[in-house]
């Protein structure tokens, strides 16, 4: 992974910032260096957003971005101590602790909104699936074989009469969804943005459900964490970050228009499939409610061997 300090994130960002009327502060002095990783999503608009406002140079933190190109690989850098902080998954956390990995959640992350969906279960036009139930028997393709998707669409399936046991999932990127249902490769395709907005905009899909939709209507999809050992050994760290993420949270669900120019620059993404997808909203509190959901879901499912208190992956409280 490259490590992109706050002043590189800066001057690459800074034109766009500009433009948008985003603050771009000056580098101070006598910061804690915090290095954070994170794929190039969504995901990351708040911390992004939180480093032009400087907001967490006010906190006293010095955040440098890093890069990666997938949970894999936040995973080997945080466990070996190259990064501090790093953005998962929450089933990657989930699937972590059921194995005796306690990594601990600085901070909320994106999180699944009923009313705004960024992942949804899409056929073909001329399919004959008509529902949830329709599914049985048939496959479905998902970014990941242990995922929120797969435990959420099993969930809904169940919820819906049908018999999730019947249903064979096929672990396909996101950009080759749109190839896979055309080529028969799979029958329903559970596809988050960027390439969600894509592929609907071909004209070729139809949304069935709202991926998520089958573990409740608002769901913790993905937090900052770190480890164990980094919480214990820098409370204040992970303190003084979750508060002024909390702050750049607030800022950017609310203001998804004025971020299309900060996330199109650093992730590279075409700024007019930003502004047609809907864009995530990212929680400004860990609530245990909207992550023990998944946490009975994989339980069930036999994803972990049992489940355990959401609570377990909290380091802070009020946050």
């Given at each position: 992974?490259?490590?992109?300090?706050?002043?590189?994130v800066?001057?690459?960002?800074?034109?766009?910032a500009?433009?948008?009327g985003?603050?771009?502060r000056?580098?101070?002095?006598?910061?804690?260096?915090?290095?954070?990783?994170?794929?190039?999503?969504?995901g990351?608009t708040?911390?992004l957003y939180?480093?032009?406002?400087g907001?967490?140079q006010q906190?006293?933190?010095?955040?440098?971005?890093?890069?990666?190109?997938?949970?894999?690989?936040?995973?080997?850098a945080?466990a070996?101590?190259a990064i501090?902080?790093?953005?998962s998954?929450?089933?990657?956390?989930?699937?972590?602790?059921?194995?005796?990995?306690?990594f601990?959640?600085?901070?909320g992350g994106?999180?699944?909104?009923?009313?705004?969906?960024?992942?949804?279960?899409?056929?073909?036009?001329?399919?004959?699936?008509?529902n949830?139930a329709?599914f049985?028997?048939?496959?479905?393709a998902?970014?990941s074989?242990?995922?929120?998707e797969?435990?959420?669409?099993?969930?809904?399936?169940d919820q819906?009469?049908?018999?999730?046991?019947?249903v064979?999932y096929v672990?396909i990127?996101?950009?080759?969804?749109?190839?896979?249902?055309?080529?028969g490769?799979?029958?329903?395709?559970?596809?988050t943005?960027?390439a969600l907005?894509?592929?609907?905009?071909?004209?070729?899909?139809?949304?069935?459900a709202?991926?998520?939709?089958?573990?409740g209507?608002?769901?913790?999809?993905?937090?900052?964490?770190?480890t164990?050992q980094?919480?214990?050994?820098?409370?204040?760290?992970?303190?003084?970050f979750?508060a002024?993420?909390r702050?750049a949270?607030?800022?950017?669900?609310a203001h998804?228009?004025?971020?299309v120019?900060?996330?199109a620059a650093?992730?590279?993404?075409?700024?007019?499939?930003?502004?047609?997808?809907?864009?995530?909203?990212?929680?400004?509190?860990?609530n245990?409610?909207?992550?023990?959901?998944?946490?009975?879901?994989?339980?069930k499912?036999?994803?972990?061997?049992?489940?355990f208190?959401?609570?377990?992956?909290?380091?802070?409280?009020?946050?």
């Open positions: 992974m490259q490590n992109l300090s706050r002043a590189r800066l001057s690459v960002l800074a034109g766009s500009a433009a948008a985003l603050p771009v000056a580098r101070a002095q006598n910061l804690v260096p915090v290095r954070v990783g994170a794929s190039l999503d969504d990351i708040p911390v939180g480093i032009h406002a907001l967490y906190a006293g933190l010095d955040v440098q971005m890093q890069p990666a190109e997938n949970g894999a690989a936040l995973a080997t945080i070996g101590g501090d902080i790093a953005k998954s929450a089933m990657a956390l989930i699937s972590a602790h059921a194995h005796g990995v306690f601990k959640m600085v901070a994106a999180e699944y909104d009923d009313n705004a969906p960024t992942t949804e279960s899409c056929v073909l036009n001329d399919s004959p699936i008509k949830l329709d049985a028997g048939k496959t479905v998902v970014n074989l242990q995922s929120l797969v435990l959420a669409t099993d969930a809904a399936i819906s009469g049908g018999n999730p046991a019947s064979k672990e990127p996101d950009v080759a969804m749109l190839g896979a249902l055309e080529q490769r799979a029958d329903v395709a559970a596809i943005n960027p907005a894509a592929a609907l905009s071909s004209g070729q899909i139809r949304v069935i709202p991926t998520y939709r089958g573990l209507k608002r769901l913790l999809i993905a937090s900052w964490f770190c164990e980094y919480a214990k050994n820098n409370p204040d760290v992970c303190k003084k979750a002024a993420t702050t949270t607030l800022y950017t669900n998804h228009a004025e971020t120019p900060i996330l650093y992730s590279h993404l075409d700024p007019a499939v930003i502004s047609r997808m809907n864009r995530l909203t990212s929680a400004t509190s860990l245990a409610a909207e992550i023990q959901p998944a946490i009975d879901a994989a339980a499912y036999k994803f972990i061997p049992s489940a208190p959401a609570s377990d992956f909290f380091i802070l409280s009020g946050v």
